[in-house]
């Protein structure tokens, strides 16, 4: 049901805003008027005083020389007058959006969503007040389709057997992150903190389509585990030779970016670009250790993988950490930033 309250808010500010930029637009356009009147008048009066001796003119040519009403008075002020023009217009523009969107049954949240935007950005006390409750509906409507969008999904994913946790905005598909903007009309897929699909429509399809992609595409692949871990291994004694560190400590994107490079293929080398590129995912590299280095603690020359977990620093720059899936969900795993070998 409507927020009635709220909508008698906002016409009666689109009201008062509206006589403001009305009272703005007739005084810039009788400023107007009154340089065009002046410059007429001057006009007139030379004319007269070239084609006509009878009256002497000249007091009053003066008078309206000196008056400088355009370059003084009127001039200075349009530049403001304008950019108040502005602002009303968009004022009045968004405070109609806005009350025209709490009215559509649903909510037009995508509509509400840039009403709102635009009326936090003019920062006027009396708009300001209403943002908080602007806000709230907004989230109530967002959850009503959240609700709406969440049950027809979770009838898609049971026809395949798949389960689906978490309400919206955000919701739990196996190791994978469903998140929902709803206002901006798209779904944003992680597989736990990493992003898969930045980017799509928020339609059933799309999204059963983004997720099957996604899980082929980081759990469906074939993977020799033992060639896996000797080429970690090598990975991480090359970012050890070239960071030049004494110790055996090495962080885990180094590794990631030196494993990536030793995937490429001879193509690669010989003319590198995105076309002779062989994508290795930071999603398929956290699925492959959690499950070589860690699940199945595969060895190499009898020395096996151990994680040190981030510190809060750390966890908190992607090129420093990367959060491991540990569980069945992706909210279960930790934060590593280095990795070292020791033997078994």
């Not at 509206?18 to 007429?40: E, G, N, P, R």
């Not at 109609?96 to 559509?104: G, I, Q, V, Y």
């Not at 979770?154 to 196996?174: M, N």
């Not at 860690?294 to 151990?306: E, G, T, W």
Request: net charge neutral.
């Amino acid at each position: 049901m409507p927020n009635e309250t709220l909508i008698s808010q906002l016409d009666t500010l689109y009201t008062a805003y509206l006589q403001q930029q009305k009272t703005a637009a007739v005084l810039q356009k009788t400023l107007k008027a009154v340089t065009d009147t002046q410059s007429k008048a001057q006009k007139i009066l030379r004319d007269y005083s070239v084609q006509n001796t009878g009256a002497d003119i000249s007091a009053a040519q003066e008078t309206f020389a000196q008056l400088r009403l355009k370059e003084d008075t009127i001039d200075p002020l349009l530049p403001d007058l304008r950019r108040e023009l502005k602002t009303l217009a968009a004022l009045v523009g968004s405070l109609k959006e806005a009350a025209a969107a709490l009215r559509s049954e649903p909510v037009d949240v995508t509509r509400f969503d840039k009403a709102i935007t635009h009326l936090q950005a003019a920062k006027q006390p009396d708009i300001a007040a209403l943002i908080p409750e602007l806000s709230l509906e907004l989230d109530l409507a967002q959850r009503a389709l959240g609700d709406e969008f969440g049950a027809k999904l979770r009838d898609a994913l049971a026809g395949q057997a798949i389960k689906i946790g978490g309400r919206a905005p955000k919701f739990e598909i196996g190791r994978f992150e469903l998140e929902a903007n709803f206002a901006k009309r798209f779904i944003t897929l992680r597989y736990g903190k990493d992003v898969v699909a930045p980017h799509t429509s928020i339609t059933v399809e799309a999204v059963l389509k983004a997720y099957q992609n996604a899980a082929k595409a980081v759990g469906g692949r074939t993977q020799d585990g033992t060639a896996w871990i000797a080429q970690f291994y090598e990975a991480y004694q090359r970012a050890r030779r070239k960071l030049d560190i004494d110790g055996t400590r090495i962080n885990i994107v180094d590794c990631y970016v030196e494993m990536t490079i030793s995937r490429q293929g001879r193509a690669f080398y010989i003319e590198p670009s995105k076309h002779t590129f062989s994508d290795y995912s930071r999603a398929q590299f956290i699925y492959d250790f959690y499950e070589f280095a860690n699940n199945q603690r595969l060895a190499h020359s009898r020395q096996v993988v151990r994680a040190h977990s981030a510190t809060k620093s750390q966890a908190d720059n992607p090129a420093k950490s990367m959060w491991i899936v540990e569980g069945d969900t992706p909210y279960d795993g930790r934060y590593i930033a280095d990795v070292e070998f020791e033997k078994e």
